[in-house]
């Protein structure tokens, strides 16, 4: 497993307890507002911050275990090799794509910090926090991509099955 692997897939389990740190928070938030009548001030804002970095952070794991959304209605008719120049012509599209986000997340980003623009909510939370989540998860998308079209590429072997790891999870 290379270093972008291990990455995306440490950044897979982070997204995993953030989603699930979400659900204790927005479930908080309701119990509060319908049972205690004193709704809070934080848990919509910092589940959706945690929504953002937990989405982007897992993106990349999710082109390593090839689990993301695919139709193979035409592409599993093909023969192997035409499979296998469609797989890799995927994921540099896909590496395209995250780049695009990449850039663009990262000019928004930047705006945001330089200008200090915050929520505007009563938190009042820095807005470049969330908007962090965008080039991160995108350059990483980028990378995971990249690894896997050369690893498809280099081995000259098929996709791997529908939502399984093209490795062994740790």
């Known amino acids: 497993m290379t270093v972008i692997d291990r990455i995306s897939e440490s950044l897979a389990h982070v997204a995993a307890w ?30 959706r ?57 990262f000019e928004v980003m930047w705006d945001s910090l330089s200008r200090g623009r915050t929520t505007g909510s009563m938190l009042d939370l820095p807005l470049f926090w969330s908007q962090a989540a965008v080039p991160a998860g995108g350059g990483l998308l980028v990378l995971q991509s990249l690894v896997e079209a050369f690893r498809t590429d280099a081995r000259g072997a098929p996709p791997p099955d529908h939502g399984t790891p093209s490795e062994p999870l740790p």
């Not at 740190?21 to 938030?29: N, S, V």
């Not at 209605?73 to 395209?96: F, M, Q």
């Open 18 to 47: 953030l989603f699930f740190a979400t659900g204790l928070m927005l479930g908080w938030e309701v119990a509060a507002r319908y049972i205690f009548t004193a709704p809070t001030i934080w848990a919509e804002e910092l589940s």
């Open 49 to 105: 911050l945690l929504l953002v970095w937990g989405t982007f952070a897992g993106a990349a794991a999710l082109v390593h275990r090839r689990a993301h959304i695919r139709v193979t209605v035409v592409t599993d008719l093909l023969p192997r090799p035409a499979r296998t120049v469609l797989e890799v012509l995927s994921l540099l599209v896909i590496a395209a794509f995250g780049l695009a986000v990449a850039i663009t997340g």
